[in-house]
């Protein structure tokens, strides 16, 4: 914007206006825009703005001081002085009411993330100096990557550059992207880690189960892919990608979810038995419950408690009572889907030992999902 106007640019942080001294923040402020003023017309961007105007009485007097000299630095501007002050930031509802009264900040512009035209967009961009095999699509690329920030597409860009270093080629082709994104969904391959057959077993059944339920909910997002080799902090991934953009989740859609997230747990209960389950549904389980806790207290989504917004807390013993029945269901759900069809799951998880990872295509042919009827009725909204 500086550019294209020809005004001068001046750019500050929170980290700018910090003191150990009282008054001393507050006298930044007021060079800042002194300085703004000097060089009109000019653009003053403060970066995580909310950090400065945060609503008054909830944090030290210092950030106080800090937030009036904003306000009254702001008060009055008018065309004649040529400043115009810009601020970013994820908290718009931390910042005081006064600062976002016409006559200070008159609009605010949502930055949402990238639909499938902008990440084509973007990609373009971050790999426009990168060698490019003909074979790389960045469309299909940006259809694979819904959610995805503009910095994350930047990450990815630079990961397949790095993945075709590392293997030595001069063109950076389809395989090098597939690797960057395995990298930025699970993290880093873990080559050094070590399991017990019996671990990996339970590996191997427990995502067999997030895979099998995923298959077969026509409400979930689809498999990208299962593996069991380790990533990161995990030891086991099931990888499902939206097919479009989603502005909104259904009820069945977030049940379908729920159920997913509960199948490996409710695997290695079929599998094992119940006193041989392990902690390694503690990240699932933490994942439904936040759903489960948003369908009660945000989105009228509760059988229970209706069509009504209650304030969020984990500790609310009726909201735990309430995460705990939708869990349960989801579980019972999932254990359902597999004992009526064990054959197929077994298949699967016969496979997936064999191989590893698996795609999409995959799993769908080793559990026949174009032949299984759907006898046990699935979760749907009541």
Same mark, same amino acid.
């Given at each position: 914007m500086a550019g294209e106007s020809n005004a001068s640019f001046l750019a500050f942080s929170p980290n700018d206006f910090s003191s150990p001294y009282i008054g001393l923040g507050r006298m930044k402020v007021k060079s800042a825009f002194a300085a703004a003023r000097e060089q009109a017309p000019s653009i003053l961007f403060i970066d995580e703005i909310d950090t400065l105007t945060r609503k008054r009485g909830t944090d030290h007097r210092e950030y106080d001081a800090i937030l009036n000299e904003v306000l009254v630095q702001m008060d009055g501007f008018d065309g004649r002085e040529g400043v115009i002050v810009i601020g970013a930031t994820n908290r718009v509802d931390t910042m005081d009411p006064a600062?976002?009264?016409?006559?200070?900040?008159?609009r605010i512009v949502n930055v949402?993330?990238?639909?499938?035209?902008?990440?084509?967009?973007?990609?373009?961009?971050h790999t426009q100096d990168l060698p490019l095999s003909d074979e790389v699509d960045l469309e299909a690329i940006s259809r694979r990557t819904i959610g995805y920030s503009g910095a994350q597409l930047e990450n990815l860009a630079n990961?397949? $550059? #790095?993945? !075709?270093?590392?293997?030595?080629? @001069?063109?950076?082709?389809?395989?090098?992207?597939? &690797?960057? +994104?395995?990298?930025?969904?699970l993290g880093a391959r873990r080559e050094s880690l070590i399991l017990t057959e019996d671990e990996k077993q339970t590996v191997i059944v427990h995502e067999a189960g997030h895979a099998f339920c995923a298959a077969l909910l026509p409400e979930?997002?689809?498999?990208?892919?299962?593996?069991?080799?380790?990533?990161?902090? $995990? #030891?086991? !991934?099931?990888?499902?990608?939206? @097919?479009?953009?989603?502005?909104?989740?259904?009820? &069945?859609? +977030?049940?379908?979810?729920?159920?997913?997230?509960?199948?490996?747990?409710?695997?290695?209960?079929?599998?094992?038995?119940?006193?041989?389950?392990?902690?390694?549904?503690?990240?699932?389980?933490?994942h439904?419950?936040?759903?489960?806790?948003?369908?009660i207290c945000n989105w009228g989504m509760s059988e229970n408690f209706g069509i009504v917004a209650?304030?969020?807390d984990p500790k609310d013993r009726e909201v735990q009572r309430e995460i705990a029945r939708i869990n349960r269901e989801a579980f019972d759900q999932a254990v359902t889907?597999?004992?009526?069809?064990?054959?197929?799951f077994d298949r699967l998880v016969r496979t997936l030992e064999e191989r590893e990872t698996l795609g999409r295509g995959d799993v769908e042919r080793i559990i026949k999902v174009s032949d299984i009827q759907y006898d046990v009725p699935l979760m749907a909204a009541e």
């Open positions: 600062i976002l009264r016409p006559g200070r900040f008159d949402s993330l990238p639909d499938v035209e902008g990440r084509a967009r973007i990609l373009q961009v990961e397949a $550059a #790095l993945a !075709a270093a590392r293997g030595h080629r @001069e063109l950076i082709n389809n395989e090098d992207f597939e &690797a960057a +994104l395995d990298k930025l969904m979930s997002d689809p498999i990208e892919r299962v593996t069991i080799l380790p990533h990161g902090q $995990a #030891l086991g !991934a099931v990888v499902r990608a939206p @097919e479009k953009d989603r502005v909104f989740a259904s009820l &069945a859609r +977030l049940k379908a979810d729920i159920i997913v997230a509960m199948a490996g747990r409710a695997a290695e209960h079929i599998v094992f038995g119940p006193d041989r389950v392990t902690n390694g549904a503690a990240a699932d389980i933490q439904a419950s936040t759903i489960a806790m948003h369908m209650v304030p969020p889907m597999i004992q009526t069809r064990r054959s197929a």
